[in-house]
């Protein structure tokens, strides 16, 4: 099992890397203190980068766990949609609440230096399990909605250029700042 929790590179794979293409594996066992560890290292990973999300693939690791947290900053005026500390996420199921899309701008770790708009659902539930082994259900709206959808994503190989419905929106992050947009960065 060892190997299955080993890291390849001290560092964020790009899009290209093999990780970044499968579907991950469930995590068969959330309370192991390998799980533990790695999602440690995501997290240290994630606020090194000045990420608000990441996913296990994203170290090259073929698991089925993220992390994200919600800055205050980041949070809209809908329901369900609040700051949120550290959360990690073992064997992560989303579903959508209902058909409602809404559209934001996103960039991504493994994509270094681009944005894009993205449709995504507004309200999702989602549930999962926490490292103690206790069950996450939660619905959920607007950016902690987003940064849940877009690190699921990358546990099915799914990079958020192939949601984007619009690729003239992609963009690089100095000129999108230049015009102070928002972005959203896992
Ligand atoms: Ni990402």
Do not use: W
């Amino acid at each position: 099992m060892a190997d299955v929790f080993s890291i390849d590179s001290d560092r964020i794979v790009r899009a290209g890397h093999a990780a970044l293409a499968r579907i991950a594996d469930p995590i068969a066992d959330p309370v192991a203190p390998a799980v533990r560890h790695l999602a440690a290292q995501m997290a240290d990973h994630m606020e090194r980068a000045g990420g608000v999300g990441l996913a296990a693939p994203q170290l090259g690791v073929s698991l089925r766990m993220v992390v994200f947290f919600v800055p205050a900053s980041r949070v809209t005026s809908l329901p369900g949609d609040s700051a949120e500390p550290l959360t990690v996420l073992i064997n992560p199921v989303v579903e959508a609440v209902d058909r409602e899309i809404e559209l934001g701008l996103e960039g991504c770790l493994s994509l270094p230096g681009l944005r894009g708009v993205v449709p995504r659902f507004k309200s999702i539930r989602y549930r999962g399990f926490t490292l103690d082994g206790n069950e996450i259900d939660r619905t959920v709206s607007g950016f902690h909605a987003r940064v849940v959808q877009h690190e699921v994503d990358h546990l099915d190989g799914i990079l958020y250029p192939a949601r984007m419905t619009d690729l003239t929106s992609l963009v690089y992050v100095d000129e999108v700042n230049a015009r102070g947009g928002e972005t959203a960065n896992g």
